[in-house]
C-alpha cells in the first residue's frame, strides 16, 4: 500500500487530505471523511474512479508549477492547491522568509528510530536543511529545517527509538 498526504488551500481554508492506494483500490480521507473506490487509468489517460456507493468519477488530473494540480472533469476544468506537507510548510511558514526570533521545537511525528542526526548544537542551517532521518514504519524519513536558524538543542540520539511528538531538537534565530 502506498499513502499519500497532501495539504489543500482553498476558500474553507488548510486542509489535509491523505491518499491510500493498494493496486487499484484507492481510499481517501479528507475532513474526517473517508470515501473508497475502484481505480483505473484509462487508455486516452483519463482516471476512472468508481466509488463504493456506486457513483463514478471520471476525468484528468495534471501536475502544474507552484504545488497546483489542474483537474479537468467533463466540462469543468479548474485548478486545486496541493502541496506535499514538507513544501506547504516551507512556503506558508511565518518564519521561513527570515529566520524570526522565537525558538522552534521539532518534534517527531509518528514513533520511530532514530538513524542519523545530521546537525550539532550551534550550527546554522537553511531553511530545508537536513536536520536528521527518522526509520518508522520500514522507511526513511528525513526531518528538515522549518526555517532558517541556528541549532539551539540536539535530543535525539542516532540508534534511540522515540514516541510521536518526542522533542527531536530546537531551532533558533539566526
Same mark, same amino acid.
Given at each position: 500500500m502506498? %499513502?499519500?498526504?497532501?495539504v489543500?488551500?482553498?476558500?474553507g481554508?488548510?486542509?489535509? /487530505?491523505? =491518499?491510500?492506494?493498494d493496486?487499484?483500490?484507492?481510499?481517501v480521507?479528507?475532513?474526517?471523511r473517508? &470515501?473508497?473506490g475502484e481505480m %483505473?487509468?484509462?487508455?486516452?489517460? *483519463?482516471?476512472s474512479v468508481?466509488?463504493d456507493?456506486?457513483?463514478? /468519477?471520471c476525468?484528468r488530473v495534471r501536475?502544474?508549477?507552484d504545488?497546483?494540480v489542474?483537474?479537468?472533469f467533463?466540462?469543468?476544468?479548474?485548478?486545486?492547491a496541493? #502541496?506535499?506537507p514538507l513544501?506547504? %510548510?516551507?512556503?506558508?511558514d511565518a518564519f521561513?522568509?527570515?529566520?524570526?526570533?522565537?525558538?522552534?521545537e521539532?518534534r517527531?511525528?509518528m514513533?520511530? *528510530?532514530v538513524?542519523?542526526?545530521a546537525v &550539532?548544537?550551534?550550527?546554522a542551517v537553511e531553511a530545508?536543511a537536513?536536520l536528521?532521518v527518522? &526509520?518508522?514504519?520500514?522507511?526513511?524519513? &528525513? /526531518?528538515?529545517a522549518?526555517r #532558517?536558524g541556528?541549532? #539551539? %538543542?540536539?535530543?535525539?540520539?542516532p540508534g /534511540?527509538? =522515540?514516541?510521536?511528538?518526542?522533542?527531536?531538537a530546537?531551532l533558533?534565530?539566526?
Amino acid at each position: 500500500m502506498r %499513502r499519500y498526504v497532501f495539504v489543500h488551500r482553498g476558500p474553507g481554508g488548510v486542509e489535509e /487530505i491523505q =491518499v491510500d492506494l493498494d493496486g487499484s483500490r484507492c481510499v481517501v480521507v479528507r475532513g474526517g471523511r473517508e &470515501e473508497g473506490g475502484e481505480m %483505473r487509468r484509462l487508455s486516452d489517460g *483519463r482516471v476512472s474512479v468508481l466509488l463504493d456507493g456506486g457513483r463514478q /468519477i471520471c476525468g484528468r488530473v495534471r501536475p502544474l508549477r507552484d504545488g497546483e494540480v489542474e483537474v479537468a472533469f467533463g466540462a469543468w476544468r479548474g485548478r486545486v492547491a496541493l #502541496a506535499d506537507p514538507l513544501h506547504d %510548510r516551507l512556503a506558508h511558514d511565518a518564519f521561513s522568509a527570515g529566520g524570526g526570533d522565537a525558538e522552534e521545537e521539532i518534534r517527531a511525528l509518528m514513533p520511530g *528510530r532514530v538513524l542519523e542526526v545530521a546537525v &550539532e548544537p550551534g550550527q546554522a542551517v537553511e531553511a530545508g536543511a537536513l536536520l536528521l532521518v527518522l &526509520e518508522a514504519m520500514k522507511m526513511q524519513n &528525513e /526531518i528538515r529545517a522549518p526555517r #532558517a536558524g541556528r541549532v #539551539a %538543542r540536539v535530543e535525539a540520539r542516532p540508534g /534511540i527509538a =522515540v514516541d510521536g511528538g518526542a522533542l527531536l531538537a530546537t531551532l533558533g534565530p539566526v
